[in-house]
C-alpha cells in the first residue's frame, strides 16, 4: 500500500483566517514533504521533514508553517495568506529518509486551497 | 545547476500508436531520474526511476524509459497509447541538498491521446 491521504480536498480561506492542512501515510516512511503547485506548472518544494526534523526549507514565508507531530503525520499551518498562495498543495513521503536519493517519493492527492 | 528538461509542451498522438515524451537532464555525478503522471485536479503518481543498472527500465502502466547517457536523456515510451494516458507527465531529477535531497521537476507535457 503506497497511500498518503490529505485532508482537506478543498479548503477557501480568507486572508485574515488561520486553517490547517494534514497528511497522513501509514507506511513507516521517514520523509515527508509539502509542496506547492500552481496550474499548469510543476510541483515545488517547500518543505521536507526527515525523521521527523526539518530537512529542507526553501525559503517559504512565514505564513506557512510546517509542523510533523510524529513519523506518520504532517501538517501544514496556514496564517494570513495571500490571494496568490492559492494553489495544490501536495504531500508526499519516502521510506527511508531524505538523504536517500534513489528512493521514490509517494504523493497524495493534494488540497486545492483558495485564499480570497 | 542540476536540472532536467522537457522540450515539449504538449505531445499528440493517435491511440494505438507509440508514444515518447522528451525529458534531457543535466546532472554532475550519477543522474537519479523519475517519471510522474498527474491527471486533473489529482496527485502525482509514479511510474518508473532510473538509478542505476539496465538503460530500459520499465514502470507501470506500460510505460518504459531509455537512459541515454551520451544523450543525457530519459525520454518515456509507449508502444501503443491509449485515450486514458491522456495526462501530464513530469520528468524529474532528485539532487542533494546538504544531508537531504529533493525532486526537482521538469516543466511537464501534457499528452493527447486521440481515437
Known amino acids: 500500500d503506497t497511500e498518503v491521504t490529505q485532508t482537506p480536498k478543498h479548503l477557501v480561506m480568507g486572508m485574515t483566517n488561520k486553517k490547517s492542512l494534514k497528511c497522513e501515510q501509514h507506511?513507516?516512511?521517514?520523509?515527508m514533504y509539502w509542496y506547492k503547485q500552481k496550474a499548469k506548472k510543476p510541483p515545488e518544494l517547500m518543505f521536507v521533514?526527515?525523521?521527523?526534523?526539518?530537512?529542507i526549507n526553501e525559503s517559504v514565508p512565514s505564513r506557512f508553517s510546517p509542523e510533523c507531530p510524529n513519523s506518520s503525520l504532517l501538517n501544514l499551518h496556514l496564517h494570513a495568506l495571500q490571494p496568490e498562495d492559492s494553489a495544490l498543495y501536495l504531500c508526499?513521503?519516502?521510506?527511508?529518509?531524505?538523504?536517500?536519493?534513489?528512493?521514490?517519493?509517494?504523493f497524495g492527492p493534494g488540497t486545492r486551497l483558495l485564499v480570497l | 545547476a542540476q536540472s532536467v528538461a522537457q522540450p515539449e509542451d504538449q505531445v499528440k498522438v493517435a491511440e494505438g500508436n507509440p508514444l515518447t515524451v522528451k525529458c534531457t537532464y543535466s546532472?554532475?555525478?550519477?543522474?537519479?531520474l523519475f517519471w510522474y503522471v498527474q491527471y486533473p485536479n489529482r496527485g502525482l503518481q509514479f511510474l518508473l526511476k532510473?538509478?542505476?543498472?539496465?538503460?530500459l527500465v520499465k514502470g507501470s502502466y506500460g510505460f518504459e524509459a531509455e537512459f541515454n547517457k551520451s544523450q543525457t536523456s530519459f525520454h518515456l515510451k509507449k508502444p501503443s497509447a491509449l485515450v486514458s494516458d491522456s495526462a501530464l507527465y513530469f520528468c524529474?531529477?532528485?539532487?542533494?541538498?546538504?544531508?537531504?535531497?529533493?525532486?526537482?521537476f521538469g516543466t511537464g507535457t501534457r499528452l493527447q491521446v486521440t481515437l
Open positions: 532510473y538509478i542505476t543498472g539496465d538503460n
Open positions: 521533514y526527515s525523521y521527523e526534523k526539518l530537512s
Open positions: 524529474a531529477v532528485r539532487v542533494r541538498t546538504g544531508t537531504a535531497s529533493k525532486l526537482t
Open positions: 507506511m513507516g516512511h521517514r520523509a
Open positions: 546532472v554532475s555525478g550519477n543522474p537519479y
Open positions: 508526499a513521503s519516502s521510506p527511508r529518509g531524505a538523504g536517500v536519493r534513489e528512493e521514490t517519493q509517494y
